[in-house]
């Protein structure tokens, strides 16, 4: 025990420390279920490569692992409709997703397809043609359905956090140079 403080003094900092935590908690939770499940967030960049073959790279799943540094492991599921369906493992965890939409070379629609987890939506990929190659716009239509990862995903993580890792990693990848906005 500490020649400077009390046993008693010690306990008592630390059932108010337990307080103080227990009210934040609380806090982020009320504030959290406040906020609206559904949010809608979009990011924009350009790509040296034209509409047909990045839509290609989008929708080779298979092939993610080799350019996209956040991802551990795919699992390929059977096709939904002709479709890829997957399982994608990042350090965050396994997510399955389907493509819902695929309309080549401007157009595809990736949802989450498990409706047990915290979070769900959908990301729409916009390829548009541009001088260098395309745009790409991806607009994600979320929803988090945990009032505690609400709050985080509002005011901590952001709601474009994954997609500008997303972006981050295709830029990253030899040919492309660095990101253009």
Do not use: C
């Amino acid at each position: 025990m500490s020649p400077f403080w009390p046993k008693e003094m010690i306990m008592r900092w630390a059932v108010w420390i337990v307080i103080a935590l227990a009210a934040i908690a609380g806090m982020v939770a009320l504030i959290g279920s406040r906020l609206p499940k559904a949010h809608t967030a979009t990011r924009t960049t350009k790509v040296k490569m034209p509409p047909d073959a990045l839509f290609t790279l989008l929708s080779d799943v298979d092939n993610y692992k080799t350019w996209r540094r956040d991802v551990k492991h795919v699992e390929r599921l059977p096709d939904r409709d002709g479709r890829p369906a997957w399982v994608e493992e990042t350090s965050t965890g396994k997510i399955p997703l389907f493509f819902e939409r695929m309309e080549r070379p401007s157009l595809l629609v990736g949802r989450i397809a498990d409706p047990t987890l915290s979070f769900g939506g959908a990301w729409t990929y916009r390829l548009t043609p541009t001088a260098g190659g395309s745009e790409l716009s991806i607009t994600e239509d979320g929803e988090v359905y945990n009032p505690i990862f609400r709050f985080m995903s509002r005011f901590v993580f952001g709601y474009t956090a994954t997609m500008d890792t997303f972006i981050k990693h295709l830029q990253a990848r030899p040919g492309e140079g660095s990101p253009a906005r």
